[in-house]
């Protein structure tokens, strides 16, 4: 997926001007850390209405950081689980997540040296 797809660079700079590279910084590290956990353990076991909230709180977060490849894998499935439909690709979810975060780690100098 190119990059463009992948991440929004124009709302990771927007954040980083509106909280500060300190702030940013430490926004990112949470984002990151609760990103893996709930990406690791996302279920359609847990149920229809867990597991949309689960997309949900992911989709929110992944809109705010600027991952918009993500948000949008869990648009859809948060919208399938809430029609009762749990057949969301997890792997496509997962290596979208995988792939948006190494660019995002990988991109961030080149984002802000603009």
Same mark, same amino acid.
């Given at each position: 997926?190119t990059d463009?797809? =992948?991440?929004?660079?124009?709302?990771?700079?927007?954040?980083? &001007?509106?909280?500060?590279?300190?702030?940013?910084? %430490?926004?990112?590290? @949470?984002?990151?850390?609760?990103?893996? %956990? !709930? #990406?690791?353990?996302?279920?359609?076991? #847990?149920?229809? *209405?867990?597991?949309?909230?689960?997309?949900? &709180? =992911? *989709?929110?977060?992944? +809109?705010? +950081?600027?991952?918009?490849? =993500?948000?949008?894998?869990?648009?859809?499935?948060?919208?399938?689980?809430?029609?009762?439909? @749990?057949? #969301?690709?997890?792997?496509?979810?997962?290596? !979208? &997540?995988?792939?948006?975060?190494?660019?995002? =780690?990988?991109?961030?100098?080149?984002?802000?040296?603009?």
């Amino acid at each position: 997926m190119t990059d463009d797809r =992948l991440i929004d660079w124009a709302r990771v700079r927007e954040l980083r &001007y509106e909280i500060g590279e300190d702030g940013f910084e %430490e926004v990112v590290g @949470l984002f990151l850390d609760e990103a893996d %956990e !709930t #990406v690791a353990r996302l279920s359609p076991d #847990v149920g229809a *209405k867990k597991f949309a909230a689960d997309l949900h &709180y =992911l *989709k929110g977060a992944a +809109l705010n +950081l600027g991952f918009q490849a =993500l948000a949008a894998c869990c648009q859809d499935g948060e919208r399938r689980a809430n029609q009762g439909d @749990l057949s #969301v690709d997890l792997d496509l979810l997962r290596s !979208t &997540y995988a792939e948006s975060r190494a660019r995002f =780690l990988g991109g961030q100098e080149e984002a802000f040296a603009a």
